[in-house]
């Protein structure tokens, strides 16, 4: 039980962390925003396993998420605009609400006929 | 006689065909013969002030906006005299605007308003470039621009409608002292006529607004799911909550059996699901807020804003009132 308190500490302080990390990122000048946009390639190597799963997993899958963007694609823009932490955690907290809430809570949208949640990267970033 | 019929029949058989071409001749000669000199029959046409301002008006009338644009422009350019330049220059701006133009309308207006100083036009313009700075939500530079309008304009009234306007720019963004500030500069004149006082009354239930604080949704999330249901929502607390759960759970039966690689692994991706358990509470706050926000915004323009663009199709200063009983 020791360690799974230790365990949890150290998963809150990390989780903290990352917490101060994206809200230091919010506050930074436009310059250094400019900046970060200049790593669209480094961005392109670190969704290349998002671009496989596209390509070869999603494909055979099926086309099944709920929202749109889909959620590879979420992670893939998260990741470009915000680099791979911070990219990993709003991905992650994509995983958490896809289909559920926020299908009641977010305006709708129709893709090729089928009617998808419009959940983009834009409307979870906007007030940092 | 044989013969003589014989010679008659002929010459008849050469003078049709040949009555024809002279007749062909003389219908199309005169037109060859013109060339590009202008005759009675074909003068040149004479462009009015009139003719062209009144084509202009008709492309605006039937919203062909960008060729009444260009329209205008040619009766500005060939009638630079004529009083009704002015209202050209701001229907050039109109036609921008209405088109869907924002930027170019800005251009437009502003070329007005530095031709012409305090004028009626000069004074719409002001409105219309605030307009268009609020449809491309750059709401400080429409902020600027009315602020200029009220420092130089001598009209009473424009200074009140600027406020006025100004005050609803902050409401749309939310700003509700500066609102008021704005809305108390209007003079007792016309605060009837802005309806004030039921703003006023509008403006004082904001504190009403239901409001969820993003950091407390934070804080609560160290508990996975907790900041979700702070935010209500009810089915993404239970699965950040399950998720979250199962996942230390695995990563700490991982360790304590020695299994560090896989304990490692499982570890990673806790961590982000975790930090995404307390970003997602953050950031349902903030949507939350906004959500909230924004529909007490649109309630209260739809019941106490007057509506100042109704002079829009060039029918003058018309002031329409909407409420609901």
Redesign the interface.
Known sequence: MNKLFRFFLFLIVLAVLGANAFAGQGAKPDYVKSANDGNAKKGDTLIFPIKIYQKYISSADGDRCPSYPTCSQYCSEAIKKHGAFLGWIMCSDRLIRDGRDETRLSDPVWVNGKKRTYDPVSNNDFWW | MIIMHTRSAHSTCLFFPLAFFISLFLSVGPSFAAGDTPTPTNPLMVLSADKQFQYAQDLFSTKDYSTASGEYKRFVYFFPKDRRVEFSMYQIGMSHFLGGHYQEAVSAFKKLTEQYFDTEYATKSYYRISDAYIKMKAFEQALIDLNNLVTITHNPDAKDEAYYRMGWIYIETASWNEARRYFNKISAKNRHKFELKKLSAALEKETAIPHKN?KLA?FLS?VPGAG?LYC?????AL??FL?NGGL?YA??ES??KGQSALGGVI?FV???????????A??SA??YN??KTGQFIQHIKENVKINLSADMKNKGVTLSLQWSF
């Open positions: 993003p934070g160290i979700y209500g929502r009810y089915q993404d699965i950040a998720l230390i990563a700490y360790f304590d570890s806790e961590f982000g699901f975790y930090s995404g358990n307390i970003y997602g953050i950031s903030h949507k906004r959500e």
